[in-house]
């Protein structure tokens, strides 16, 4: 962010055409390794979920640790190798017009084939598996709370009755005031829904449009201006 902001505000770019592919490269790194940590942290809520009783089997740190060196690993293979080979874009040279001398810029400007791949390894298939996941993680949520709901409640047995007679006849009668019949379940229900829709709905606020505009700019190199592209 900080080189992006240097290379937006004086609109060319100062440290260099080697730097600039390893600045382009560590770019698509760790935003594809922070979105696919994010996908793989859903995946393992899911099995948390699902099957808590052999979740401490299944998930070792063994495995987690396998799983960060693979998201890792997957991340640098989709950024460095195609960047380092030149395969990320065009051959013609990009430059930054000026009234007395040309500045190189250092934009990103990908080949319709990286940038469909790319994107689809970084956020598409990522996005689907999350969507597809948390809608599983929330309806077993709601089988949870309805089990328990099940469970906890009084059965209407006559100890139950004489109980609840009991009780009455020992405290007095308290004045008749409407209130909302308000349930730990329904808030569980209400906090679940609220959980899952912040997770997606700012995951996709955030990275829908940049996926989008990455691919349309691929194709079309006037359709985005360079504001809209920043923004």
Sequence with gaps: MTFAGVNDLLGYWVFGPRFC?????????????????L???????????????????WVTRRV????????????????????SLGLHRANEPVVHDDVIEEHPT???????????????????VPCIVMLGIYCRLYCYAQKHVKSIRAV?????????????????????????TKTKPTSPYHVSDHKAAITVGVIMGVFLICWVPFFCVNIVTSYCKTCISGRAFQV
Aim: hydrophobic residues 45%; contains cysteine.
């Design 152 to 176: 906890t409640k009084l059965p209407d047995t006559s100890m139950a009755k004489s109980f609840r007679a009991k009780s009455t006849r020992n405290k007095p009668p308290k004045p008749q």
């Design 106 to 124: 250092c934009a990103l400007d990908l080949t319709p084939t990286y940038a469909v791949v790319s994107s689809s390894i970084s956020f598409y």
């Design 21 to 37: 592919d390893t600045w382009i490269a560590f770019d698509v790194m760790c935003s594809t390794a922070s979105i696919l940590n």
């Design 64 to 83: 987690a640790v396998a799983g960060i060196a693979v998201v890792w690993l997957l991340a640098g293979l989709i950024s460095f190798v195609p960047i």
């Design 39 to 57: 996908c793989a942290i859903s995946l393992d809520r899911y099995i948390h979920i699902k099957d808590p009783l052999r979740y401490g089997r």
